[in-house]
């Protein structure tokens, strides 16, 4: 599959790795451009590349974007719509700045970034610390693989980035759509950052 990634940073540079490793095409953007990109793709290997925000929205069949929630505003909505977006990110207001309708809990950051970008938004790897992802990853069936919540509206959708994350060693529990299932795997909550089975975050998360 291709995908495009939107963040080079601790998450997005661990899924590059990951998806690459698996045999997906990655291309992959930061926002100081592909030039500085370089030791990243050739480490990630395989048929990796560096482009431009806008590059990687066009290229993913899916895309994840994996930036500071700060900086929504700044991803290529027109290329973003409709396209399956996989979104990691969390509202940290110190690193963010404050959102009013956050801190009043109105809305969530996906369904803002859903609104944004007329994308096809599932919610998943915001709620796993990312060494964890990077080290934990586990063959299907093995004792103590790590689970991973989604969430979002489109049950193909999700089906999709499901199976991304099943293939790279986790198992996906579906927390619901992107409002009431979103708002139980963000920062704060029981299951934020905490390892747990697929059993014990499906419990955890009441589904
Ligand atoms: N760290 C974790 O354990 C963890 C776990 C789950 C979810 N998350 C969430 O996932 C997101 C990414 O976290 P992270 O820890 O990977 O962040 P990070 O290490 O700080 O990396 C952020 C990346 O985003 C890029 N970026 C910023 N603005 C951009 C823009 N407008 N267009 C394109 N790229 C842009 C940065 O590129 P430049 O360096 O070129 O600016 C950098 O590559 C955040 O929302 C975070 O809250 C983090």
New binding site residues.
Partial sequence: MRIGI?????????LGRQLAGIGHEVAI?????PE??GDLVADIGGSARAV??RE?AEFGQVVI?????G??R???AEQLRGKVVVD?????PE??GHDPELDDDSTT?SEKIRAFTGANLVKA?????????RDQGRPKGEPGRLAIPVSGTDSEAKAVVSGLIRDIGFDPVDAGDLGRGGRKHQ?GTNVY?VPLTAEELSGALHV
């Fill in positions: 939107i963040g080079a940073g601790r998450i997005g540079s661990t953007a930061n926002s100081r451009g500085t990109l431009t925000p990687a974007e994996t930036i500071p929630y900086r929504y700044e991803l290529p990691t990110a969390n509202y940290h690193r963010d950051s790897f915001n709620a796993i610390y990312w060494e964890n992802l920062p950052a």
